[in-house]
């Protein structure tokens, strides 16, 4: 009786521990924010993901909302991109090798020692790179997000002149990117259904 009892409260703690430690001990979720001056390297460490977001593309006259999914681990990239109907795109990027197919019309065209294909201002990456290379950062905050506005050194697209993340404060994730133009206006928003730091 006092094994059973024994075996009882081990498996009692052991799920106790479980719970409590999943937040210590899964990887990813792990990276917290205590201040605004850990944002830099908050934003420096995140080198793997997976992510799922809503991306609302604004032009003159309508906007369009496609769904992202992205997934990098070390040298190896893979974005897909949906809108609505089932039209997509997925851009597999391994070591320089990129594949980039066509989900509707079941087309594939490969590209070797081109990196430059893959390149997109809606993937985390794109944001990282221009956070590091930027010379015009402004980190600051508000009671829901710390905010990051970063422009855009040498940028030669008039639609994207700088962008802006937004990461949650109690949720310790980023939750948002704003995209603008050189007239300040939106032209992409980035908005995070999922982002799990790998």
Same mark, same amino acid.
């Given at each position: 009786?006092?094994?059973?009892?024994?075996?009882?409260?081990?498996?009692?703690l052991f799920l106790i521990s479980c719970v409590f430690g999943y937040k210590f001990f899964i990887t990813g979720?792990?990276?917290?924010?205590?201040?605004?001056?850990?944002? /830099?390297?908050?934003?420096?460490?995140?080198?793997?993901?997976?992510?799922?977001? %809503?991306?609302?593309?604004y032009s003159n006259k309508n906007s369009n909302t496609y769904n992202l999914?992205?997934?990098?681990?070390?040298?190896?990239?893979?974005?897909?991109?949906?809108?609505?109907?089932?039209?997509?795109?997925?851009?597999?990027?391994?070591?320089?090798?990129?594949?980039?197919?066509?989900?509707?019309?079941?087309?594939?065209?490969?590209?070797?020692?081109? /990196?430059?294909?893959?390149? /997109?201002?809606?993937?985390?990456?794109?944001?990282?790179? %221009?956070?590091? /290379?930027?010379?015009? $950062?402004?980190?600051?905050?508000?009671?829901?997000?710390?905010? $990051?506005?970063?422009?855009?050194?040498?940028?030669?697209?008039?639609?994207?002149?700088?962008?802006?993340?937004?990461?949650?404060?109690?949720?310790?994730?980023?939750?948002?990117?704003?995209?603008?133009?050189?007239?300040?206006?939106?032209?992409?928003?980035?908005?995070?259904?999922?982002?799990?730091?790998?």
């Open positions: 009786m006092k094994r059973k009892i024994f075996i009882v409260c081990m498996i009692f979720n792990n990276k917290n924010i205590d201040n605004i001056g850990e944002i /830099n390297d908050f934003i420096l460490q995140i080198k793997n993901y997976d992510v799922e977001a %809503n991306v609302t593309i999914k992205q997934r990098k681990v070390e040298d190896y990239q893979i974005q897909e991109i949906n809108d609505n109907e089932g039209n997509g795109l997925i851009i597999e990027n391994d070591n320089n090798k990129v594949t980039i197919k066509n989900t509707k019309l079941s087309v594939e065209e490969v590209f070797e020692n081109y /990196n430059e294909v893959a390149k /997109n201002d809606v993937g985390f990456d794109s944001f990282i790179e %221009n956070y590091e /290379n930027s010379d015009d $950062v402004e980190i600051t905050e508000n009671e829901k997000y710390y905010i $990051v506005f970063v422009k855009i050194k040498n940028s030669r697209n008039k639609y994207i002149e700088n962008k802006t993340l937004y990461i949650d404060k109690t949720e310790n994730r980023p939750e948002k990117i704003e995209i603008k133009d050189v007239n300040n206006k939106e032209t992409i928003i980035i908005e995070y259904t999922k982002f799990q730091i790998l």
